[in-house]
């Protein structure tokens, strides 16, 4: 019997509040046969790059077989209905059948049960912001369409949401925590984490933190900025990341125990307001469009936190795997709710089903794989 136990209501109201709020989420963030040997983008204890396949490297491909599951049968997709672009009136059906193709090598398509199975017994956590929480939901859906009929239970406590498969003993979370560093009386702490204990003895950690650090006036959280007893009211934005995510690094080289416990940095995903980024300079930015920029390559600039984020990975101790989803997600200017959202334009998040279920199929793959 498929039994589900939830305070459905409060926990959807808290997460569509979470998504849309308008006061700590501006447009750019309330809204970017097998091989061996491939480049996971595996920093810290590194192995050096074989010949193998990089999964980060590719294009989008139409596949008919596409989308995994269908969001209207989710009961999941609701808890974000600006991420519901087919209820929400998107006309268009193109975005929903495209499919990740490394360049030098195939990926499975996603198998959920199997995913449930390798995880039996464990955790699984995503940290970070609503770009958190798009993968999280993403990954909901993925695993309640490969098994339909099996119980599960989903809560939330404070800024903790869990979905749990009994039968499977599997747990997946989403703990908002969009900066990674504490934020206490407008002044992040640079050198503090915040909620670092809720991290503690999970099996598979992934990360995420760089929309917020864009905010800007009236959509800006902080005054200052704090390292030790020192404070500073002006410092280059990068720079803070920089000290931050180096914060979180040393945290995980000395808490982590890699033998117990896979840490993943979600990299940067990319947004679309502008057309000249992908030379459409007469297009404003990702409203009316319906399919990716074709190929291989993104003319536009990486995103400036794309470099500080591996700076920072490279340098640790113990691994971290970087999801880098920043040219796939580059590529996908079609992938946003658009217009079609309750929070107005959104070229920050992503559809569901859409961009986000290829995260996971590529955090899956290097799960079975490594």
Same mark, same amino acid.
């Given at each position: 019997?498929?039994?589900?136990?939830?305070?459905?209501?409060?926990?959807?109201?808290?997460?569509?509040?979470?998504?849309?709020?308008?006061?700590?989420?501006?447009?750019?963030?309330?809204?970017?046969?097998?091989?061996?040997?491939?480049?996971?983008?595996?920093?810290?204890?590194?192995?050096?790059?074989?010949?193998?396949?990089?999964?980060?490297?590719?294009?989008?491909?139409?596949?008919?077989?596409?989308?995994?599951?269908?969001?209207?049968?989710?009961?999941?997709?609701?808890?974000?209905?600006?991420?519901?672009?087919?209820?929400?009136?998107?006309?268009?059906?193109?975005?929903?059948?495209?499919?990740?193709?490394?360049?030098?090598?195939?990926?499975?398509?996603?198998?959920?049960?199997?995913?449930?199975?390798?995880?039996?017994?464990? +955790? %699984?956590? $995503?940290? /970070?912001? !609503?770009? @958190?929480?798009?993968?999280?939901?993403?990954?909901?859906?993925?695993?309640?369409?490969?098994?339909?009929?099996?119980?599960?239970?989903?809560?939330?406590?404070?800024?903790?949401?869990?979905?749990?498969?009994?039968?499977?003993?599997?747990?997946?979370?989403?703990?908002?925590?969009?900066?990674?560093?504490?934020?206490?009386?407008?002044?992040?702490?640079?050198?503090?984490?915040?909620?670092?204990?809720?991290?503690?003895?999970?099996?598979?950690?992934?990360?995420?933190?760089?929309?917020?650090?864009?905010?800007?006036?009236?959509?800006?959280?902080?005054?200052?900025?704090?390292?030790?007893?020192?404070?500073?009211?002006?410092?280059?934005?990068?720079?803070?990341?920089?000290?931050?995510?180096?914060?979180?690094?040393?945290?995980?080289?000395?808490?982590?125990?890699?033998?117990?416990? +896979? %840490?993943? $940095?979600? /990299?940067? !995903?990319? @947004?679309?307001?502008?057309?000249?980024?992908?030379?459409?300079?007469?297009?404003?930015?990702?409203?009316?469009?319906?399919?990716?920029?074709?190929?291989?390559?993104?003319?536009?600039?990486?995103?400036?936190?794309?470099?500080?984020?591996?700076?920072?990975?490279?340098?640790?101790?113990?691994?971290?795997?970087?999801?880098?989803?920043?040219?796939?997600?580059?590529?996908?200017?079609?992938?946003?709710?658009?217009?079609?959202?309750?929070?107005?334009?959104?070229?920050?998040?992503?559809?569901?089903?859409?961009?986000?279920?290829?995260?996971?199929?590529?955090?899956?793959?290097?799960?079975?794989?490594?």
């Amino acid at each position: 019997m498929n039994v589900r136990i939830f305070s459905l209501g409060q926990l959807l109201a808290g997460l569509i509040m979470f998504l849309s709020s308008s006061a700590s989420s501006p447009p750019h963030d309330r809204l970017k046969p097998q091989s061996t040997g491939r480049n996971f983008h595996d920093h810290g204890q590194q192995e050096s790059p074989t010949n193998g396949c990089d999964l980060f490297e590719g294009s989008w491909v139409f596949d008919s077989s596409y989308p995994l599951y269908d969001a209207s049968q989710c009961p999941f997709a609701a808890a974000a209905s600006a991420l519901n672009c087919q209820k929400n009136g998107r006309p268009d059906h193109a975005y929903l059948h495209y499919r990740w193709q490394p360049t030098a090598c195939q990926i499975s398509r996603f198998d959920g049960r199997g995913f449930l199975e390798r995880m039996r017994g464990k +955790r %699984v956590m $995503f940290v /970070g912001d !609503s770009l @958190s929480a798009n993968q999280w939901q993403s990954l909901a859906c993925m695993l309640h369409a490969a098994v339909p009929n099996a119980p599960y239970a989903l809560g939330s406590r404070g800024p903790l949401t869990t979905l749990s498969f009994p039968e499977f003993g599997v747990s997946v979370m989403f703990l908002k925590n969009g900066f990674l560093v504490s934020l206490i009386d407008r002044t992040l702490k640079l050198d503090t984490l915040s909620s670092s204990g809720m991290w503690m003895g999970v099996d598979v950690l992934i990360f995420n933190t760089y929309h917020w650090w864009l905010h800007t006036e009236r959509f800006r959280t902080w005054d200052s900025y704090q390292i030790g007893n020192q404070i500073f009211k002006d410092m280059d934005v990068m720079e803070a990341y920089r000290i931050a995510l180096t914060t979180w690094a040393n945290w995980v080289d000395s808490n982590v125990d890699s033998t117990k416990t +896979r %840490v993943f $940095f979600q /990299g940067i !995903s990319a @947004s679309h307001y502008h057309g000249t980024e992908w030379n459409e300079p007469n297009v404003q930015n990702c409203s009316g469009q319906t399919g990716p920029v074709e190929g291989s390559t993104y003319p536009g600039n990486k995103p400036p936190g794309d470099a500080v984020v591996k700076g920072v990975l490279s340098s640790m101790k113990k691994p971290a795997v970087l999801l880098d989803i920043a040219l796939l997600t580059q590529l996908r200017k079609d992938g946003h709710p658009s217009t079609y959202a309750d929070v107005g334009l959104d070229c920050s998040h992503w559809c569901l089903a859409g961009v986000p279920d290829t995260w996971n199929q590529l955090l899956y793959t290097i799960l079975v794989e490594s």
